[in-house]
């Protein structure tokens, strides 16, 4: 059972700027398309950034531009940058599969005051 481990969160103003790590427990890391996900209270999930085991990378229309998404397949990782915050950036952020096929984590609240 694969376990992912996102952190990095907290309490931003808007303007400012975070990044998000998210760890997995898993050696076929490197082989796998990911992405980082959130959930705004209220909210469907929604899918904000992925990155392909090659390293190409996709991003929603209201992160683009501001967010970045980047990996370390040594330290089985994937990261959000994510610059120039909005309030509707406020959610709890989580990382998976691109398919979501695992279990998912705890997740990582962000929150970004006005």
């Known amino acids: 059972q694969v376990q992912l481990v996102e952190s990095g969160g907290g309490l931003v103003q808007a303007g400012g700027s975070l990044r998000l790590s998210c760890a997995a427990s898993?050696?076929?890391?490197?082989?796998?398309?990911m992405g980082w996900y959130r959930q705004a209270p209220g909210k469907q999930r929604e899918l904000v950034a992925t990155i392909t085991s090659g390293g190409s990378t996709t991003y929603a229309d209201s992160v683009k531009g501001r967010f970045t998404i980047s990996r370390d397949n040594a330290e089985k990782s994937v990261y959000l940058q994510m610059n120039s915050l909005k309030p509707e950036d406020t959610a709890v952020y989580y990382c998976n599969r691109r398919d979501s096929r695992w279990d998912w984590g705890q997740g990582t609240r962000v929150t970004v005051s006005s």
């Open positions: 898993t050696s076929v890391f490197s082989f796998i398309n």
